[in-house]
């Protein structure tokens, strides 16, 4: 069974700052992490992989720096990584970036054997757009199956596949033909920790690094900036809370302490002190 | 199957790095182990970085290395309550060419010197920690096992440079734990300030940096000291005190670092800034008399473990390096002459570190650790308090003869100590300093 798993490297966002003068994202000196979702992506394929056999191809697109995430992903035990860098492909949106990555996964299909699975993460944790993994299920004409909980199943003489997605109202459970695209949730699978054997195969591995023309993209136009629609046409943080704690007097008798919090949140929500009162006068 | 090295590093600090690279150069297969998700990710210093050592390591480093400032003004300040009491020293002729000393900040540092141990050909395993040394039958270090599944890997040598807590090698029996009277713990902040009001604030240009180091009644008594480094767009402000001396007290670090920000000679330096690392560090203060067993059969230990660290002159990092490259350059010996890692044979690093500065200056103030310890609310409370008197009396004007004056500060330094005191302070301190 062969499986590509696409993951990105992302600012890791619980680091993140925004510059108080120009309001941009402060990217520098910010550690970078796989995107999390990416990881229960990973470890899904990885457990597929050794229920059932065959490879995991990790890919990703991004600058050189990326290649880390990459050995990383092989370190948690993935067979291969592939480097989609480029500098046409810079300033790329979800179109771009599912355009360039389509055509990065038939050139893995023709070089390592065409996937029965593609995985992603349901979303970035820096864009937050959810639409590259069905961009991509869509130029490959996949099934696209999006906010998988678990793979139930795998059956690969009939070719078919059984999952559960999460949906409002309840999980539903799919069955699709294989090969399809998959982006799983977050809690799906916690990402194992590599063996010591993996750690050594990742530190030792070359990763493929392909530019637009390994990948065989000969379409420039539709990479980067220039295959990118999306305008961003302004960037603001919002304007942090301007309540301020308020000092509450310490008095000699606790209860008077009490009170005197009481009095005081009352006078800021008086709605909750009508709330209170009504829920009084039901007891 | 079980893969062999020619060497493991366990720890990828200064120490760690400097072997590995050294090691790695030289041709040597090495596997270097961080518990650390990158080399600096766990790593606290000052920091201040000694050009000269990593040169020995990496001539051309200033080429792609994160430095942030070259210093070219020393700042000591004995402080009272309420005063500080200086020398400075700043000279144009540390506006060199190849500068002596700079500021660094470790988290990119190390993981720049991390790159450099790659590229020299080293596999660098980080989130991997060394659980235990293997030894064979006959009391050889044969390897280490790590917290990975099947995670057990062999070397002709290890060193160990797994920094000043030491947890493979005492759990080995290679050594003692650090005790609290030989370690300082110390606390330090990074107030970001923008790159201008640093500049203006300290008097500097470009990058050119400061350090204050301030003795005195910050550390309440305590063997200890507080600093201040001027960085790229931060400050890095700290206070250490002996570990010892904290439980005596019943002092907590982040109480006297506190303490330290609010005095009215460092709390307009800091003024607007914006705190945004804390970060805390067990330092070997012990010296000379401290240095545990260096080497054995199969292994040998370098850099804070081997508690190379010097107290008196606040070096460490470049005590760290060295010995790693030391450490490294005899292992290159034994291996190029064929012979076996054993005791004997790895005998040439604890006797090349004798006979580089590392040795010879903590040789030079060992009693100096104790003597401070002793008599710590002499040196760090009733000296500073006298000194700032007898200043502010040399400096106010209100119409006391001076003859009078001078009487007042040589009496209050007698009636405060004693002349008996007085000269067998300056004795002692004369004798290890020696």
Redesign the interface.
């Known amino acids: 069974m062969h499986i590509v798993v696409c993951i990105k490297q992302v600012p890791d966002s619980a680091q993140i700052r925004v510059h108080p003068v120009t309001n941009t994202i402060m990217r520098q000196g910010v550690p970078t992490i796989i995107n999390p979702y990416d990881l229960f992506a990973l470890e899904t394929a990885l457990r597929l992989r050794d229920e059932l056999g065959g490879a995991v191809t990790v890919l990703t697109m991004g600058p050189p720096s990326a290649e880390d995430s990459l050995r990383k992903a092989m370190t948690y035990g993935a067979d291969r990584a592939v480097l989609l860098t480029d500098r046409f492909f810079a300033g790329s949106d979800t179109l771009a970036t599912s355009f360039a990555l389509a055509q990065a996964i038939r050139k893995i299909g023709e070089t390592w054997g065409a996937p029965d699975v593609v995985f992603a993460g349901k979303q970035t944790i820096d864009g937050d757009t959810a639409q590259v993994g069905p961009g991509i299920a869509r130029r490959l004409e996949l099934n696209q199956l999006t906010y998988i909980a678990k793979i139930a199943k795998v059956d690969l003489v009939a070719r078919t596949i059984e999952l559960e997605r999460r949906a409002e109202g309840g999980t539903q459970v799919l069955s699709s033909a294989l090969p399809c695209l998959v982006t799983m949730l977050e809690g799906s699978a916690e990402i194992r920790r590599g063996a010591f054997a993996d750690a050594l195969r990742a530190a030792r591995a070359e990763v493929t690094v392909w530019s637009a023309a390994d990948a065989g993209i000969a379409d420039l136009l539709k990479c980067g900036l220039r295959g990118s629609p999306t305008v961003v046409k302004r960037v603001f943080a919002p304007a942090p809370r301007a309540e301020k704690a308020k000092p509450i007097e310490v008095k000699p008798k606790a209860r008077e302490t009490a009170d005197a919090l009481i009095d005081a949140l009352f006078e800021a929500k008086p709605a909750m002190s009508a709330e209170l009162e009504q829920l009084a006068a039901g007891l | 199957m079980v893969?062999k090295f020619d060497c493991i590093v366990v720890g990828a600090g200064m120490s760690g790095n400097a072997a590995a690279y050294t090691l790695a150069k030289k041709g040597l297969s090495v596997l270097q182990l961080e518990r650390g998700?990158y080399s600096g990710s766990k790593n606290v210093q000052g920091a201040i970085m000694y050009a000269d050592m990593l040169e020995a390591i990496i001539p051309d480093f200033r080429e792609d290395a994160p430095l942030e400032r070259h210093l070219i003004e020393q700042r000591f300040w004995m402080m009272s309550d309420n005063a500080h009491t200086g020398v400075h020293y700043r000279s144009d002729a540390f506006n060199e060419a190849r500068p002596n000393r700079y500021t660094i900040i470790r988290s990119?540092f190390d993981k720049w010197f991390s790159r450099k141990v790659k590229e020299a050909g080293a596999?660098?395993?980080t989130?991997?920690t060394a659980l235990e040394l293997i030894f064979d039958a006959y009391g050889v270090c044969i390897g280490v096992r790590?917290d990975?599944?099947?995670?057990?890997?062999h070397a002709d040598v290890v060193v160990l440079a797994e920094g000043v807590n030491g947890l493979l090698g005492s759990r080995a029996g290679l050594r003692q734990p650090p005790k609290p009277e030989t370690v300082a713990l110390a606390v330090k902040e990074m107030h970001f300030l923008p790159q201008e009001t640093i500049e203006s604030r300290f008097n500097v240009k470009g990058d050119e940096g400061v350090v204050i180091e301030a003795a005195g009644a910050v550390s309440q008594g305590m063997t200890g000291m507080g600093f201040v480094y001027t960085n790229k767009e931060c400050l890095s402000v700290g206070i250490g005190c002996l570990v010892s001396d904290y439980a005596k007290a019943g002092e907590t670090p982040y109480g006297l670092l506190e303490k330290f920000k609010a005095h009215p000679s460092i709390k307009p330096l800091l003024e607007g800034s914006e705190v945004k690392e804390y970060s805390a560090h067990l330092i070997p203060e012990g010296g000379y008399k401290s240095v545990p067993q260096l080497h054995g059969d199969g292994w040998v230990v370098v850099g804070d473990a081997a508690q190379l660290n010097n107290a008196v002159h606040r070096e460490g990092s470049n005590l760290a390096m060295t010995s790693g490259r030391i450490a490294a350059e005899a292992i290159f010996q034994v291996k190029t002459r064929k012979e076996k890692f054993t005791k004997a044979n790895l005998k040439r690093y604890p006797d090349a570190l004798e006979a580089s500065f590392v040795m010879k200056d903590l040789r030079k103030h060992k009693d100096m650790p104790a003597l401070l310890h002793t008599n710590s609310r002499n040196f760090f409370l009733t000296y500073p308090e006298l000194i700032a008197k007898a200043m502010e009396s040399f400096v106010r004007v209100d119409g006391t003869p001076k003859q009078e004056k001078e009487s007042a500060t040589i009496a209050a330094f007698r009636k405060t100590r004693g002349l008996g005191g007085l000269v067998g302070d300056a004795w002692k301190i004369a004798r290890a300093w020696r």
């Open positions: 893969e998700e990119q596999i660098v395993l989130e991997t790590t990975r599944e099947g995670g057990i890997v």
